[in-house]
């Protein structure tokens, strides 16, 4: 089935731990993007990519990197994980990133992980 | 400053019409989007504005005012699977997404 997969489904961690968070689509999409959602708050852009070999930093990127080495996958790395990043991470694709219907993203499961 | 408005909850009843407002103020506008989540899973998408006017989608409708700032949707002829979040989400001149908080919305039988 076309779409968006993340591993792991749930994580617990402990403080201070390096952890990735995994994400693949097969849309062949050009953009995508990591979000994180807190209660409360609307989603918060982490990083973006807006094709293979390029990415971009968001609303909320201390503590976390990617890369995109390839259309489909884009990683999400916490090198030193701290209890306040502890949320349900979203990995979404668009089509194009540049204006218009085609930016329409689309969310893969989730990812609910939760740092001690 | 960049800012998504919409209210935190409202409740219905199975059967009725509900109107979900949005308002923004964001650096440019490249468009408007309406999301539904239910509890525990990921977004998914439901319509997309960018010319003034009304969008209808089946039991849904979007509405776009570019000069208010201003959008809502409609959902019409409520079912309790209808129960969910409803995220409003403004395209900004960057192409990034800028998202509203969500609003609850429960379904009463």
């Not at chain 1, 050009?30 to 094709?51: E, F, K, P, V």
């Not at chain 1, 995109?68 to 979404?92: E, G, H, I, K, M």
């Not at chain 2, 509203?100 to 919305?105: E, F, S, V, Y």
Request: with cysteine.
């Amino acid at each position: 089935i076309a779409g968006i997969t993340q591993a792991p489904t749930s994580q617990i961690l402990a403080a201070g731990r390096r952890m990735t968070l995994r994400c693949t689509q097969d849309m062949r999409h050009n953009a995508m993007y990591w979000y994180r959602q807190d209660l409360g708050l609307g989603l918060r852009l982490i990083h973006y990519s807006n094709t293979a070999g390029t990415t971009g930093k968001g609303e909320v990127p201390d503590g976390y990197s990617v890369s995109r080495a390839n259309t489909d996958d884009f990683p999400l790395t916490l090198a030193s994980a701290v209890p306040s990043q502890t949320s349900v991470y979203f990995c979404a694709s668009s089509e194009a990133a540049s204006g218009g219907a085609t930016d329409t993203q689309y969310f893969g499961p989730g990812t609910r992980l939760t740092v001690l | 400053g960049q800012n998504i408005d919409q209210p935190t909850e409202m409740t219905a009843t199975e059967g009725a019409i509900v109107q979900i407002n949005c308002t923004y103020q964001t650096s440019g506008f490249n468009g408007l989007f309406w999301y539904q989540q239910h509890a525990g899973e990921a977004p998914t998408f439901l319509s997309y504005n960018v010319l003034d006017g009304l969008e209808e989608k089946g039991r849904f409708s979007s509405f776009l005012s570019r000069s208010k700032g201003y959008s809502y949707l409609l959902l019409k002829e409520l079912q309790m699977k209808d129960s969910a979040s409803y995220l409003c989400a403004v395209l900004d001149s960057n192409y990034q997404l800028i998202w509203g908080a969500g609003t609850k919305l429960i379904i009463k039988p």
